[in-house]
Protein backbone atom coordinates (compact mmCIF):
# COMPACT_ATOMS: atom_id res chain seq x y z
CA UNK A 1 0.00 0.00 0.00
CA UNK A 2 1.62 3.24 -1.11
CA UNK A 3 1.24 5.08 2.38
CA UNK A 4 2.84 1.99 4.05
CA UNK A 5 5.78 2.47 1.19
CA UNK A 6 6.16 6.00 1.93
CA UNK A 7 6.73 5.64 5.84
CA UNK A 8 8.96 2.68 4.73
CA UNK A 9 11.11 4.74 2.69
CA UNK A 10 11.36 8.00 5.27
CA UNK A 11 12.31 5.57 7.82
CA UNK A 12 15.00 3.89 5.79
CA UNK A 13 16.57 7.65 4.65
CA UNK A 14 15.85 8.98 7.95
CA UNK A 15 17.93 6.39 9.44
CA UNK A 16 20.59 7.01 7.02
CA UNK A 17 20.63 10.80 7.85
CA UNK A 18 20.76 9.94 11.78
CA UNK A 19 23.65 7.57 11.22
CA UNK A 20 25.71 9.19 8.68
CA UNK A 21 29.05 9.05 9.43
CA UNK A 22 28.53 7.18 12.66
CA UNK A 23 29.07 3.48 10.56
CA UNK A 24 26.58 2.24 12.59
CA UNK A 25 24.22 0.53 10.46
CA UNK A 26 22.84 -1.79 12.94
CA UNK A 27 19.31 -0.85 12.18
CA UNK A 28 19.44 -2.01 8.91
CA UNK A 29 21.17 -5.42 9.80
CA UNK A 30 19.05 -6.08 12.22
CA UNK A 31 15.99 -5.69 10.53
CA UNK A 32 16.75 -7.29 6.95
CA UNK A 33 13.60 -9.03 6.69
CA UNK A 34 11.24 -5.84 7.14
CA UNK A 35 13.78 -3.68 5.03
CA UNK A 36 13.86 -6.32 2.11
CA UNK A 37 10.24 -5.11 1.91
CA UNK A 38 11.47 -2.07 0.15
CA UNK A 39 10.74 -1.82 -4.02
CA UNK A 40 12.02 -0.21 -6.84
CA UNK A 41 13.51 2.94 -6.48
CA UNK A 42 12.85 2.82 -2.30
CA UNK A 43 15.55 -0.70 -1.95
CA UNK A 44 18.07 1.45 -4.14
CA UNK A 45 17.64 4.19 -1.42
CA UNK A 46 18.08 1.90 1.32
CA UNK A 47 21.68 0.16 -0.74
CA UNK A 48 22.59 3.85 -0.87
CA UNK A 49 22.05 5.14 2.47
CA UNK A 50 25.14 2.60 3.63
CA UNK A 51 27.26 5.31 1.24
CA UNK A 52 25.82 8.09 3.89
CA UNK A 53 26.54 5.92 7.34
CA UNK A 54 29.76 4.99 6.33
CA UNK A 55 30.91 8.15 4.68
CA UNK A 56 34.70 7.72 4.44
CA UNK A 57 35.35 4.89 5.51
CA UNK A 58 37.51 4.33 2.45
CA UNK A 59 39.37 1.04 3.54
CA UNK A 60 35.92 -0.77 3.95
CA UNK A 61 33.95 0.42 1.25
CA UNK A 62 34.45 -1.81 -1.39
CA UNK A 63 34.04 -4.52 1.34
CA UNK A 64 30.89 -3.79 3.10
CA UNK A 65 28.66 -3.19 -0.60
CA UNK A 66 30.25 -5.96 -2.14
CA UNK A 67 27.15 -7.89 -1.63
CA UNK A 68 25.23 -5.60 -3.17
CA UNK A 69 27.12 -4.94 -6.50
CA UNK A 70 26.24 -5.98 -9.55
CA UNK A 71 27.02 -9.52 -10.42
CA UNK A 72 27.31 -10.76 -7.13
CA UNK A 73 23.68 -12.02 -7.00
CA UNK A 74 22.16 -15.13 -8.89
CA UNK A 75 19.22 -12.88 -9.50
CA UNK A 76 20.35 -9.36 -10.81
CA UNK A 77 18.29 -6.57 -8.44
CA UNK A 78 18.97 -3.92 -10.49
CA UNK A 79 17.48 -1.43 -7.74
CA UNK A 80 19.77 -2.66 -5.38
CA UNK A 81 22.84 -2.41 -7.73
CA UNK A 82 22.20 1.00 -8.60
CA UNK A 83 21.96 1.68 -4.67
CA UNK A 84 25.24 0.26 -4.28
CA UNK A 85 27.27 1.78 -6.93
CA UNK A 86 25.37 5.07 -5.74
CA UNK A 87 26.63 4.15 -1.73
CA UNK A 88 29.88 3.89 -3.18
CA UNK A 89 30.23 7.20 -4.76
CA UNK A 90 28.60 8.52 -1.27
CA UNK A 91 31.74 6.87 0.75
CA UNK A 92 34.39 8.32 -1.61
CA UNK A 93 32.94 11.71 -2.49
CA UNK A 94 34.77 14.34 -3.53
CA UNK A 95 38.24 12.24 -2.94
CA UNK A 96 38.43 11.63 -6.72
CA UNK A 97 39.93 7.61 -6.37
CA UNK A 98 40.87 6.49 -10.03
CA UNK A 99 40.11 2.97 -8.14
CA UNK A 100 36.92 3.49 -7.62
CA UNK A 101 36.25 5.83 -11.12
CA UNK A 102 37.17 2.98 -12.65
CA UNK A 103 35.04 0.53 -10.97
CA UNK A 104 32.04 2.57 -11.47
CA UNK A 105 33.27 3.22 -15.37
CA UNK A 106 33.37 -0.81 -15.46
CA UNK A 107 29.71 -1.37 -14.46
CA UNK A 108 28.70 1.51 -16.90
CA UNK A 109 30.47 -0.03 -19.84
CA UNK A 110 30.09 -3.95 -18.72
CA UNK A 111 27.99 -5.44 -22.09
CA UNK A 112 26.60 -8.51 -19.06
CA UNK A 113 24.05 -5.35 -17.72
CA UNK A 114 22.98 -4.66 -21.24
CA UNK A 115 22.68 -1.01 -20.64
CA UNK A 116 20.76 -1.74 -18.04
CA UNK A 117 19.09 2.36 -17.22
CA UNK A 118 19.15 2.00 -12.96
CA UNK A 119 22.44 0.50 -12.85
CA UNK A 120 23.70 3.20 -14.79
CA UNK A 121 21.78 5.59 -12.75
CA UNK A 122 23.56 4.32 -9.50
CA UNK A 123 27.16 4.65 -11.25
CA UNK A 124 26.66 7.85 -12.95
CA UNK A 125 25.37 9.52 -8.95
CA UNK A 126 28.31 7.17 -7.79
CA UNK A 127 30.91 8.90 -10.54
CA UNK A 128 29.75 12.55 -9.74
CA UNK A 129 29.85 12.50 -6.30
CA UNK A 130 33.19 10.70 -6.26
CA UNK A 131 34.29 13.28 -8.68
CA UNK A 132 32.89 16.52 -6.83
CA UNK A 133 34.38 20.01 -7.96
CA UNK A 134 37.38 17.75 -9.91
CA UNK A 135 36.81 19.60 -13.24
CA UNK A 136 40.59 20.17 -14.09
CA UNK A 137 40.83 19.31 -18.18
CA UNK A 138 43.03 16.17 -16.99
CA UNK A 139 42.66 13.15 -19.35
CA UNK A 140 41.11 11.03 -17.11
CA UNK A 141 38.60 13.63 -16.51
CA UNK A 142 37.32 14.36 -20.24
CA UNK A 143 37.48 10.66 -20.74
CA UNK A 144 34.64 10.71 -17.87
CA UNK A 145 32.96 13.70 -19.30
CA UNK A 146 32.43 11.63 -22.16
CA UNK A 147 31.43 8.65 -20.98
CA UNK A 148 28.48 10.40 -19.20
CA UNK A 149 28.00 12.69 -21.98
CA UNK A 150 27.28 9.54 -24.13
CA UNK A 151 24.83 8.48 -21.46
CA UNK A 152 22.89 11.60 -21.61
CA UNK A 153 22.50 11.34 -25.23
CA UNK A 154 21.15 8.14 -25.16
CA UNK A 155 17.80 9.79 -24.61
CA UNK A 156 16.67 7.67 -21.61
CA UNK A 157 14.76 9.95 -18.78
CA UNK A 158 16.56 7.21 -16.17
CA UNK A 159 19.99 7.58 -16.94
CA UNK A 160 20.18 10.45 -18.63
CA UNK A 161 18.59 12.83 -15.41
CA UNK A 162 22.05 11.12 -13.57
CA UNK A 163 24.36 11.56 -16.39
CA UNK A 164 23.10 15.32 -16.31
CA UNK A 165 23.64 15.59 -12.64
CA UNK A 166 26.86 13.82 -12.56
CA UNK A 167 28.35 16.51 -14.77
CA UNK A 168 27.20 19.12 -12.68
CA UNK A 169 28.42 18.01 -9.81
CA UNK A 170 32.16 16.85 -11.27
CA UNK A 171 32.14 20.81 -13.41
CA UNK A 172 31.34 22.54 -9.94
Not at 42 to 63: C, D, F, Q, V, W
Request: proline share 3%.
Amino acid sequence: DSKNSVAHESILISNGFMNAYTTDDSFLRNNLEWVAKATHWSKANATASLGTIHRANYGKAMELLKPYFPGNQPNPQWSTHSGSLFGLGLIHAGDKDQEVNNFLLNAIKNPSYNGNEILIHGACLGLGLVNLGSCDGEEDNLLMYDELKNILFMDSATSGEAAAIAIGLTMM
